[in-house]
């Protein structure tokens, strides 16, 4: 920082200081600091402001340093965490709480709603390398909260600059359960504006509870998401018995089997090219909805 050499620069100098103190926590050492300014310029609002804002942060990691670690702590204290909370000291609080976790077992599986994971934590700090690494072992590991975890990875690896692999991350997200996606965290614009279309075009046809689950195929409409054909081509009959007897069970919502069904048609215009199965595929897909179906025709006559 360039500091104006006609100017007294004396509280700009203790202030940077005292940002280092906090990030480090060692916050008597910040406090002492804010009580010299004060003797000087006892008027000055936003040294107390600061000082009163540390104090009360003193008291509470006093507590929190007086009990077992655990879970439970690291969460209440991440709850104190506000946008009043001085942004060198959320710093430090936050590599408290990464540090905590770290040391407790199976850190990537500890999850409070809506958002405490040491994967936000760390998307917090702008470590997005990391963060996609705990993603990743919180789906590996078995996290019982898959969608909103892939949405997570999807927004890592989206701030990485990875939009291929960040587009598949969302994609899954949304086909496994689209309504548990943690849609004011996503980064990549494209599906906010995914979202908007369909509600602008789709609002007679569709559901306001359902936009959000027929995303994948709306996606893929726009160009914006791939068709995965290895299930399909693996046992294309088998794929064909399993989805009419999913629908007939009623096992999935409607746009995840039109979502399905979209593949099947694809494989069969692809590469297959089988032309009776694809006309009763085709006219399954108009009976389930006639407003996707007619997109994709749009889509399909125009390549």
């Not at 500890?110 to 705990?134: C, K, N, S, Y």
């Amino acid at each position: 920082m360039q500091l104006d050499l006609f100017c007294d620069n004396r509280r700009t100098i203790r202030l940077n200081d005292a940002g280092e103190m906090l990030r480090a926590l060692d916050l008597e050492k910040a406090l002492a600091v804010y009580a010299d300014l004060l003797n000087d310029a006892p008027d000055d609002r936003t040294i107390r402001q600061l000082q009163s804002s540390v104090g009360q942060w003193r008291d509470t990691l006093s507590r929190f340093h007086a009990c077992p670690m655990g879970s439970g702590r690291l969460h209440e204290l991440w709850l104190n965490l506000t946008d009043g909370t001085p942004p060198q000291l959320a710093v430090g609080v936050l590599e408290l709480l990464i540090a905590g976790l770290k040391g407790l077992p199976a850190p990537e599986l500890i999850f409070v709603p809506p958002r405490f994971h040491i994967g936000t934590i760390l998307m917090a700090q702008e470590r997005f390398t990391d963060a996609e690494f705990w993603f990743s072992c919180a789906l590996t590991s078995g996290i019982g909260e898959r969608a909103r975890f892939l949405g997570w990875r999807g927004d890592a690896l989206m701030l990485l600059g990875d939009a291929g692999r960040a587009r598949e991350s969302y994609l899954a997200a949304f086909l496994e359960e689209p309504h548990d996606v943690d849609l004011t965290s996503q980064k990549d614009r494209l599906i906010h504006n995914l979202l908007f279309s369909l509600e602008s075009e789709g609002s007679d046809e569709i559901a306001d509870d359902e936009i959000v689950c027929w995303l994948p195929v709306w996606g893929w409409l726009h160009g914006e998401f791939v068709l995965s054909m290895e299930e399909v081509a693996a046992d294309s009959d088998a794929f064909a018995a399993s989805l009419e007897k999913t629908e007939r069970l009623r096992d999935m919502t409607l746009p995840r089997v039109w979502f399905d069904y979209l593949r099947y048609a694809e494989y069969l215009r692809t590469m297959c090219r089988n032309d009776r199965e694809l006309v009763r595929v085709r006219r399954r897909m108009r009976e389930l909805s006639g407003f996707m179906f007619d997109r994709y025709m749009e889509k399909v006559r125009g390549r």
